[in-house]
């Protein structure tokens, strides 16, 4: 129809008569018409229209900057591997997507002249590139998980070891009765030793400080020293048949050192610690800088809502 009215337009004859131009401007006015009765029923091209796009995206991306800071803290926060991998996938997810409604807004903000609503997504937008890299940072060391995984071998691998030195010590006997309190002492100054670097372990994984870190190692290698030495006291002063326990003593004892020290090694990443401390301190602040200019701009375009006087 629109092209129909087009060409009539097109031939009318310039012959300045009345019925030419009354024709002419008959035409117009159709033609009018319709191109608004065509851009109302589509929905698209008015500023109301625009207006609601608008609304529409700017409450959308306060939501979906709550959902990606929320998905991010439960990253750092998740107990598994799995979850965090998850987790941090989701947030990369919800960023990407407001990302790309900051770039749809951005021309309906400069079509409706809303000048001071683009000020606020500039400052939005210039403070998520900052988010994006500082939760980037954070997010990959979220799911290393060296600090969880660490707390895990404590539990699990270490413990079983300490667990058989103890036991394979309790079975000793001394070669002579007068040796009896001896052998005793020597044994629960080893286990004690030995539980020492045990509980050594949990400060150390929820140490953030390295120079701490380092003092728990020098007690670490401390009581160490402890315990192979009274396994080498031990050696002359049990009887023959004891020697297969502490032959199995020393065994665990080599096993829990080894576990200790893939501990510390883990432990010193310390990627758990550094991501939570990075979202407590510079995310955290990062966030309500972003949240502020976010609820800014959803403040000015409420303000614009043309029916907000009816």
């Known amino acids: 129809m629109i092209l129909v009215l087009k060409r009539r337009m097109l031939n009318v004859p310039d012959n300045g008569s009345r019925s030419a131009r009354w024709r002419s401007?008959?035409?117009?006015?159709?033609?009018?018409?319709?191109?608004?009765?065509?851009?109302?029923?589509?929905?698209?091209?008015?500023?109301f229209n625009r207006f609601s796009e608008v609304s529409r995206l700017s409450a959308e991306l306060l939501i979906q900057f709550t959902k990606a800071v929320d998905a991010g803290n439960r990253?750092?926060?998740?107990?598994?591997?799995?979850?965090?991998?998850?987790?941090?996938?989701?947030?990369?997810d919800t960023k990407i997507a407001l990302q790309a409604n900051i770039e749809k807004l951005k021309p309906l903000l400069q079509q409706l002249n809303y000048?001071?609503?683009q000020r606020f997504l500039e400052e939005f937008a210039s403070r998520f590139a900052e988010y994006r890299e500082l939760d980037r940072q954070i997010l990959t060391?979220?799911?290393?998980n060296t600090n969880l995984k660490a707390q895990r071998l404590s539990f699990s691998t270490a413990q079983e070891a300490a667990d058989t030195f103890a036991t394979s010590l309790e079975a000793i006997a001394p070669s002579a009765p007068n040796e009896m309190w001896h052998v005793r002492a020597l044994t629960a100054d080893a286990v004690a030793a030995l539980?020492?670097?045990?509980?050594?372990?949990?400060?150390h994984i929820a140490e953030a400080d390295d120079a701490v870190?380092?003092?728990?190692?020098?007690?670490?290698k401390a009581s160490e020293g402890a315990v192979r030495s009274a396994l080498q006291s031990l050696r002359p002063l049990v009887t023959p048949a004891s020697q297969q326990h502490l032959i199995k003593a020393s065994a665990?004892?080599?096993?829990?050192?080894s576990v200790n020290?893939?501990?510390?090694?883990?432990?010193?990443?310390?990627?758990n610690v550094r991501s939570l401390m990075l979202s407590l301190n510079q995310k955290g602040k990062l966030t309500s800088a972003c949240d502020a200019s976010l609820r800014s701009l959803q403040d000015a375009v409420t303000r614009r809502n043309p029916t907000a006087s009816r």
């Open 195 to 203: 539980r020492d670097i045990q509980v050594a372990q949990a400060p």
């Open 115 to 117: 000048v001071e609503e």
């Open 213 to 220: 870190m380092t003092r728990i190692e020098t007690r670490m």
């Open 261 to 271: 020290a893939q501990i510390i090694e883990l432990s010193r990443r310390n990627t």
């Open 252 to 257: 665990a004892f080599d096993r829990f050192m």
């Open 75 to 92: 990253a750092v926060m998740a107990d598994t591997d799995e979850a965090s991998v998850a987790f941090a996938k989701e947030a990369e």
């Open 141 to 144: 060391l979220a799911v290393e």
């Open 25 to 47: 401007t008959t035409a117009l006015i159709a033609l009018g018409a319709t191109m608004m009765a065509v851009s109302v029923a589509c929905g698209t091209g008015t500023p």
